[in-house]
């Protein structure tokens, strides 16, 4: 069976065509400003050369009949009806207290997507466009639902509840959620093959480090707690976004800044973090750049942002009484060797020992720890799609 990947941004669509008798990719893709002048497809089949397309899109709904005219494209395409398409696995960000796992999508799988829309304004909106436009264009074959929320759903009360009048909780559903789940469990499951344990014998602490970031502890085949919260927003210092700060900020600066609850949301999600606190960039790699031509404020964010993963790492040796393997992964986890280092320094004392020179690597899959580390560092290239393809092939039998 062929399984197409979907995910579905404000304005893009993602794409990735595997074919799950080999889970090879046959195509992958990005479909850029829907909806906004310049629409731009770019298509890159396995074994042909990329191709791109402008073409003004008014909606998914056109941007998912864009795609799949170029899947079956006689010259770039890779398969030669949307027939051999057996199935549609959507990526879908926030799944609420609902669903634990993947699901086949019903009307009532969608109204639960829909009831997220106000704890998660910006993704689930999107991510049901993307859904409805395929079910629109492929009507014969089963779509599935994988949430980001979902493997975090097995964290105990304990580290999901916030300490606010528990009316908060029952009337507005506000607790933690945890998001890039996708992502944690698939690192989180080959770390477990890397180590020769069935999954549910592994302590392991994950760290997504990307543009966003989150790490979660994981103990017997279950999240344990993870960083971000009720929204991507809390936990370590991201690209824009500022990860914790003391709530009553929020207000001070409201006033003070004469700001609605909407400019303080742009505030900490867009104007924060590495950008905010360097004032060179959200991108590691700038800052980086920055630091080491010697901007001091670059050097100050790199240290908060190093000293918060330290902190998260700390934490969860703790919860977790120890661990048998931390895992790198994202943009920056597997591509950064001094972020990584710069973590990984002066970790002794917890079993943490890592070798220079075996993590002078960008990308491969690989142990870097010392010999004599008591735990293994891996770096892990994350693949939160073969997860969907396997769930949706999985669901889709
Ligand atoms: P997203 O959260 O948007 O999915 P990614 O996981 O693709 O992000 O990570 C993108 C980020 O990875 C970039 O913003 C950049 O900061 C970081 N990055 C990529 N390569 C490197 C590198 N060699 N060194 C440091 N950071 C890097």
């Known amino acids: 069976m062929k399984v197409l990947v979907v995910n579905c941004g404000s304005s893009s669509i993602k794409y990735q ?82 669903f634990a796992e993947s699901v086949v999508i019903d009307d009532q799988v969608i109204q639960v997507i829909r009831e997220c829309f106000d704890i998660a304004p910006l ?28 493997f975090h759903q097995t964290m105990p009360a304990k580290n999901f509840m916030y300490a606010l009048p528990y009316e908060s909780y029952e009337q507005f559903k506000v607790r933690r959620y945890g998001f890039h789940g996708t992502s944690h469990f698939y690192v989180s499951h080959r770390a477990a093959e890397m180590l020769g344990k069935s999954f549910e014998e592994c302590k392991i602490v994950t760290l997504h480090l990307g543009n966003g970031g989150s790490m979660a502890a994981i103990a017997d085949g279950k999240v344990v707690d993870t960083s971000m919260g009720f929204t991507p927003l809390e936990g370590l210092v991201m690209g824009t976004r500022c990860g914790d700060i003391d709530p009553a900020i929020v207000f001070f600066l409201m006033e ?44 100050l964010a790199l240290d908060v942002y190093i000293s918060r993963v ?14 048998d393997c931390l895992v790198f992964t994202a943009g920056v986890g597997e591509n950064s060797i001094e972020i990584r280092e710069a973590i990984c320094e002066n970790l002794d004392y917890l079993g943490i020992k890592m070798d220079a020179d075996k993590n002078k690597v ?36």
């Open 256 to 299: 003070k800044m004469n700001l609605s609850a909407s400019d303080m949301n742009n505030y900490l999600n867009k104007k924060s973090g590495m950008l905010g606190l360097s004032g060179v960039s959200n991108d590691l790699r700038d800052v980086l750049e920055a630091a080491e031509a010697g901007n001091e404020r670059a050097k």
């Open 17 to 98: 065509l595997v074919d799950m008798t080999d889970e090879s990719v046959l195509a992958k893709g990005l479909v850029d400003r829907v909806g906004i002048p310049g629409t731009l497809l770019k298509h890159e089949p396995t074994d042909k050369d990329e191709v791109v397309i402008k073409k003004d899109l008014p909606d998914h709904t056109e941007g998912m009949k864009l795609v799949l005219d170029v899947l079956i494209n006689p010259e770039y395409g890779v398969i030669k009806s949307m027939d051999e398409i057996g199935a549609v696995g959507h990526r879908v960000v926030h799944g609420g207290e609902a």
């Open 362 to 397: 960008r990308g491969k899959e690989v142990d870097v720890a010392a010999n004599d580390s008591k735990v293994r560092i891996f770096i892990i290239p994350t693949n939160e799609e073969l997860v969907i393809a396997r769930d949706t092939y999985r669901l889709a039998q």
């Open 123 to 150: 993704h689930n909106p999107p991510n049901l466009m993307g859904i409805e436009a395929c079910q629109e264009l492929m009507p014969n074959v089963k779509h599935i639902a994988v949430f980001d929320t979902a």
């Open 310 to 323: 330290k902190g998260y790492l700390g934490n969860y040796v703790a919860q977790l009484n120890g661990c």
